[in-house]
């Protein structure tokens, strides 16, 4: 399993738009994607679970990447989280 | 002639015809159905056929506003196609024997509800992400087709609020002006009227029979004028005469330096009271922010602001001037300038009371915040702190001994900082007086002459009675400045001007000659003075 953590800076949160590239990116691979913040989690494969989340700026997320495809997984989740958050 | 007032979020004027945008009726009705499946695969075609259209939107939005803006639409494609999302829609109509329809319509209010019940208006305003992919979806269900007809050719769109969805389906060639009932400076219309350099108000409450009525947007004063009378029409139009005027000056004068004919350089700087002036700012070429008045962040509030909300309003100042200088001045309330929660006591001479720095001195823990804040920031762009209202040598030293104490306290915080020029306001007779004394304690000087004037000469500004003896070009207040030009100086330390009489093109040429470094005025004073200081 790969984790990562990131603080956001988007000024929104995770608003709709970079969710959406977070779930298009997490689709493209097999493993689990699993996004916690403030001891709830979403799956990142899901737009309306992220957005539920209600990360706002300067907060802390987790990333957690299970699978066979995981190393290539986390790095492409971690760009996409750093580009657009 | 009927009046509305709103905010503006972009200026500009525009006359047109009212297009009232009246979203379809998404209402629906909850109707039994015998066939569960015959109702799920009705749902599965119509998040096909919504999925089609947002993507043909995003093709339309990707070549009209560019792809970050068109980049909703493949968020609102996934929202469509989410599983969670179609199991709540097939469990209801499962459940319940229920409609597509309805189904849709009740899990888009449990979503809404949802990100409606979140404490911040970032999270409120995802709700408006959910209504507009389910009414599409609904809109399909219903075999409706596409909505917005526009007649006429400039059309001053007005709207309860606008989705990225419906404007993108506009022909905006015809659009002069969009007002909304709802909405904030950030709203996707508010953008979109910037791009499009036309005027927007929110938050005006207009009635419907508006619809098709000649009216005028001030983007100015935020006013929507429905039939306008003759005499209004010609001011307004004069006014946007001035306007475009402004414009062709901002084309031959952008980029150009602030010089004198024989050599003398002058800073010309913006005065700002909120994050969104930088837009104005820099629309006309300012070579920095010469006052940035950190008030907004205290007035209209029922508590302190935080640490993270100051750090983040003066972060996206130092972000958005991209290097160039940004003086924020650090809390400036009493007087005339009030908030509860500070819970000061009324006092009979306000003026000259508990108020700006003195306040920070007596309370440092309200200060220290804002210091903190302001040292966080600095290190994402070219951040330098004023404080107001100094009369003494000894409040200076104090701020600083204070400040050492913030840098020490973000530094056992593992808090990153930098080192930022620090520089005082002379608004005060007594701190002119002092400004040999003082110019050797700071980075810079700005003078504040509104200040300045009614102590000097003991004269309430906003006396009406006292016109007679107001004298804004009075002797003793222009003696005054050039003497601080000259202890500045005489201890290399540069001097501005933030006050009114910065702008005041009367007096430029006698600043220039006494050496002022910098004149920080209103957005649109800039040009006018960069082209007067170009002709001296």
Known sequence: ?85 | MRKYEGSAVFNGIAIGRISLYKKNDSTVKRRHVADILEEKARFENAVKKAVEQLNNLYEKALTEVGESSAGIFEAHVLMAEDEDYRESVFNIIENQSVNAEYAVACTADNYVAMFESMDDNYMKARAMDVKDVSNRIIAILKGKTERYQSEGDELIVVAEDLAPSETVQMDKSKVVAFVTRYGSSNSHTAILARTMNIPALIKVEYNEDIDGKEAIVDGYTGTLIIEPDEETKTILLSKRHKEEDRRKLLQELKGLPNVTKDGRKVEIYANIGAVSDTVSALENDAGGIGLFRSEFLYLGENTFPTEEQQFNAYKSVAEAMGGRKVIIRTLDIGADKQAHYFELAKEENPAMGLRATRICLTRPDIFKTQLRAILRASLFGNISIMFPMIISVEEVKKIKTIMEEVKAELRADGLPYKDVETGIMIETPASAIISDKLAAEVDFFSIGTNDLTQYTLAIDRQNEALADFYDPHHPAVLRLIEMVVKNGHDHNIWVGICGELAADLDLTKEFVRMGVDELSVAPPHILPLRQLIRNM
């Open chain 1, 1 to 85: 399993m790969k984790v990562f953590n990131y603080k956001i800076k988007d000024s929104e949160g995770i608003h709709a738009r970079p969710a959406g590239i977070i779930v298009k990116e997490a689709k493209q691979f097999a493993s689990t994607v699993t996004m916690e913040y403030d001891g709830k989690k979403a799956d990142c494969k899901k737009i309306f679970a992220i957005m539920g989340l209600g990360v706002k700026c300067n907060e802390v997320i987790s990333v957690f990447i299970e699978g066979e495809d995981e190393e290539k997984a986390a790095e492409a989740l971690k760009t996409a989280v750093e580009n657009n958050l």
